[in-house]
């Protein structure tokens, strides 16, 4: 199928699938949200795939969330018992997207070059693996915004770095470098340059 947001392929049991909208530095817009459960649920059911890599194209990996994804209906609004409904069950709706790299049969491998901002960091704490060229590097960006990283990062994160580092990186909103990610078990392993991570990682 036809993706505003991926471009999919499968060469023999791995699939791979590769954000494709460089010039908005691979933006989260909706389209993102509901595609990639989509994705994964036809490689399920296509049978054969045993894993899944994630890349992406352009500089950077993810500009996180776009916030477009808010606008219409006023879902950021608080302010009533209504308006906080709306907003937890657009917060569930987009925790759901990530929870079916989660919960996929197939081990699911990030492939990480540039920036891996925000929803991004969310996206690849859901991964099993996570590669990294030598240039990557994590933002926990909403704490730089006024937002909480309520999509996954703090669910997974904790679980995968030191709980201090965890902390660090969620008050001060600073950059996470791949090199001290790897040190530190994030990442699992560094390349060189863009195509040596996608060769290496397929």
């Not at 989509?38 to 776009?66: C, K, N, T």
């Not at 990530?98 to 901002?117: K, M, N, S, T």
């Not at 990610?181 to 699992?188: K, Y």
Request: charged share 20%; proline share 4%; with cysteine.
């Amino acid at each position: 199928m036809a993706y505003e947001c991926f471009e999919v392929s499968v060469e023999g049991a791995v699939a791979h699938l590769r954000l494709s909208r460089p010039e908005r530095r691979n933006a989260m817009t909706l389209a993102f949200w509901r595609e990639l459960p989509q994705a994964v649920r036809e490689l399920d059911a296509r049978g054969g795939v045993r894993a899944l890599v994630i890349s992406s194209s352009g500089p950077h990996f993810s500009s996180g969330m776009d916030l477009s994804v808010f606008q219409g209906a006023d879902p950021l609004g608080t302010a009533t018992v209504e308006a906080r409904a709306r907003f937890r069950a657009k917060l569930e709706e987009l925790q759901q997207t990530f929870h079916a790299l989660a919960e996929a049969r197939f081990p699911v491998i990030a492939a990480v070059q540039g920036g891996c901002v925000g929803g991004g960091v969310d996206m690849v704490t859901a991964c099993c693996l996570r590669y990294a060229t030598r240039d990557a590097f994590f933002v926990i960006q909403e704490i730089n915004i006024g937002m909480m990283a309520d999509v996954g990062t703090f669910n997974r994160l904790p679980k995968q770095l030191p709980e201090a580092v965890v902390r660090e990186l969620g008050y001060t909103g600073e950059r996470l470098p791949a090199e001290r990610a790897e040190r530190l078990g994030f990442v699992n392993g560094l390349f060189d340059s863009h195509d040596a991570l996608v060769a290496g990682t397929l």
